[in-house]
């Protein structure tokens, strides 16, 4: 995985949910049949997005759930990576845990404009909104974050463990 | 120099004599609970080839969120759930006692000076009995099975000194809602709260699992209170065997202390689609709703249910809407038909379901369809939370829900009960 994301911008607000990134009543179904349901406040979002796209959102991204099918689903809409003037806790570990590159930084949000071209960088910190010529320091991933998004999460850094343990099936 | 409760308890679980606050630590997990989402852990336990947890009798495994089984699916994953419960080798599967947090506290199975993570955001609520409860994913939550431990970064804490006493008719809920109107619903982002002060000493074992429960709406890691000697005696007599007290460190350092007189209270209610979006009852009395929701991890307790028959006794729920009592768990829908209090609500027109998560998150037993709007005792009201993105969910106290169940409508709970927590 690659620490340094950079994409075009999608402008999120404050307190988006886990519950509008991901219904409870969608969390069973294929990808397909969730997507029409997601982002009911922004309809143009989800038919929008490309591969590749970014998020830059205001506070509190990702509050609420510990649902690992919000980070997966923003995944699977094609988004490479989002950055946000902070993050709920849960949401942000399950980013972690996925190697899906999501960076607090405060600041963010008024930099950006929707459409924008922004680079992240997660071993750095550094987001740089190439549009407009701005750069800004965030705290960087530590480095045992780095660790799982080089494996390509932590579930491929568990199996590696326990190859190397021997209690588990050999790599 | 001393320790908050968050400091004490993670560095004892990695291992070390002192944390400060920012620091990122490797920590042993002293309980991991599991909902459903076990039966997603467990196949990928399978799919690495693990067959051994790091500590069987450390997990507990309980069905809680579809329960009773909305869908053939569903029962699936329970009898599944089961199944991987015996392979493990599980000592504490809790089947469908009730709601996850209710059931581990009522049974003592969470200790104070415990790390407690839970595949569920509201385990905080287990810092009521000061223990480090903190919610986490499926995939986080397969690690710690196979290895016991995971990264966690030491919080800074936030104190709550609730000073004074609660007026009559406010509960430990109002006090919840207040905080997240007036401070914001990111305040204890990646923090510890602890709750203080005299009013926080007065309140039951229940209305602190409120508090902390709610503390995930304020943002926080985890949402503490001392366990105090009241505590203490209380998980003494569940566990049957001696609990000490245990708090933080006289001369703990906090990142803020904020103090909150509550003994000028009014009842609150959190209005569509943010728990933060708070106003006081009286600036919504008078909204219809079609559904009053008394449910939930956050205020389904026999005091909750008790409330709300002290304020339907001998009275009937208004035509015009629907009251939904789903109790915490089988112990507090047991006492709670003991005590008359289930016969009451049930006399009053209310309608009882199984123990479980239930309408809360919009799963079953109680889903909003689009236009319609309810009062609910639980959590969170994010658009399309209980249901239709076209719902509106508003949030309060178990005496607001019951108050609303009589009238049809929003309205201040102080004009049908005068009593107090």
Request: glycine fraction near 10%; charge should be neutral.
């Amino acid at each position: 995985m690659t620490a340094r994301v950079r994409g075009r911008v999608w402008k999120l607000g404050d307190d988006v949910d886990t519950d509008v990134m991901a219904p409870w009543n969608t969390l069973t179904l294929p990808f397909e049949e969730r997507r029409a349901q997601l982002f009911p406040s922004r309809p143009d979002f989800v038919a929008g997005v490309k591969p590749g796209d970014l998020i830059v959102a205001g506070r509190n991204f990702g509050c609420g759930s510990s649902r690992e099918q919000a980070p997966e689903n923003l995944r699977l809409l094609g988004v490479a990576g989002v950055v946000a003037e902070s993050f709920g806790r849960i949401y942000f570990r399950n980013c972690v845990a996925m190697a899906f590159p999501n960076l607090g930084c405060p600041g963010i949000h008024p930099a950006c404009e929707e459409g924008d071209e922004v680079e992240l960088d997660l071993r750095t910190g550094e987001v740089r909104n190439l549009t407009r010529n701005v750069s800004l320091a965030a705290p960087p991933w530590t480095a045992d974050m780095l660790a799982i998004l080089e494996a390509g999460g932590l579930l491929e850094v568990l199996r590696r463990r326990l190859a190397a343990q021997g209690a588990g099936p050999v790599a | 120099m001393g320790l908050t409760l968050a400091e004490k308890i993670l560095a004892r679980a990695s291992g070390r004599a002192a944390v400060v606050p920012g620091e990122y630590v490797t920590a042993r997990a002293d309980k991991v609970m599991c909902h459903e989402a076990f039966v997603l852990c467990a196949l990928q336990l399978a799919k690495l080839g693990v067959t051994r947890l790091f500590d069987p009798e450390r997990v507990i495994v309980i069905l809680d969120h579809y329960f009773p089984a909305p869908t053939e699916r569903m029962a699936g994953a329970h009898a599944a759930a089961r199944e991987f419960v015996k392979r493990f080798g599980i000592t504490h599967f809790l089947g469908h006692a009730g709601i996850c947090h209710q059931v581990l506290t009522e049974r003592a199975l969470v200790r104070p000076g415990e790390l407690v993570f839970g595949t569920d955001s509201h385990s905080t609520t287990y810092g009521a009995v000061a223990a480090a409860g903190n919610g986490i994913g499926v995939t986080e939550t397969t690690y710690l099975l196979a290895t016991g431990e995971l990264w966690m970064r030491v919080p800074p804490t936030l104190r709550f000194a609730l000073e004074g006493e609660l007026p009559a008719g406010v509960m430990s809920k109002d006090v919840a809602l207040h905080l997240a109107g007036r401070f914001g619903t990111a305040v204890a982002s990646y923090r510890a709260i602890e709750f203080a002060g005299p009013a926080a000493d007065a309140m039951s074992l229940a209305s602190r699992m409120t508090l902390a429960n709610m503390g995930a709406e304020l943002g926080a890691k985890f949402a503490f209170f001392a366990a105090d000697e009241a505590t203490a005696r209380t998980l003494s007599e569940r566990a049957g065997e001696p609990v000490a007290p245990f708090g933080p460190d006289p001369d703990a350092r906090y990142e803020a202390t904020h103090r909150i007189d509550v003994g000028g209270l009014e009842p609150q209610i959190a209005c569509p689609h943010n728990p933060g979006n708070v106003k006081p009852v009286s600036a919504v009395a008078g909204t219809p709703v079609q559904q009053c929701f008394l449910g939930s991890c956050t205020n389904a307790r026999l005091e909750d249910l008790a409330v709300a028959a002290e304020i339907l006794r001998g009275r009937r729920v208004h035509p015009s809407t629907r009251l939904l009592v789903t109790p915490a768990s089988h112990e507090v829908a047991l006492e709670a038909t003991r005590a008359g209090i289930l016969e009451t609500l049930l006399e009053a027109g209310a309608h009882v379901t199984a123990s479980g998560c239930g309408a809360c998150p919009g799963g079953h037993g109680g889903v909003l369809g689009a236009g319609e709007a309810c009062l609910s005792s639980t959590n969170r009201n994010f658009r399309g939370r209980m249901g239709s993105a076209d719902a509106q969910v508003y949030l309060g106290s178990p005496a607001s829900v019951a108050a609303a169940a009589l009238t049809g409508r929003i309205v201040d709970p102080r004009d049908y009960w005068a009593g107090r927590m």
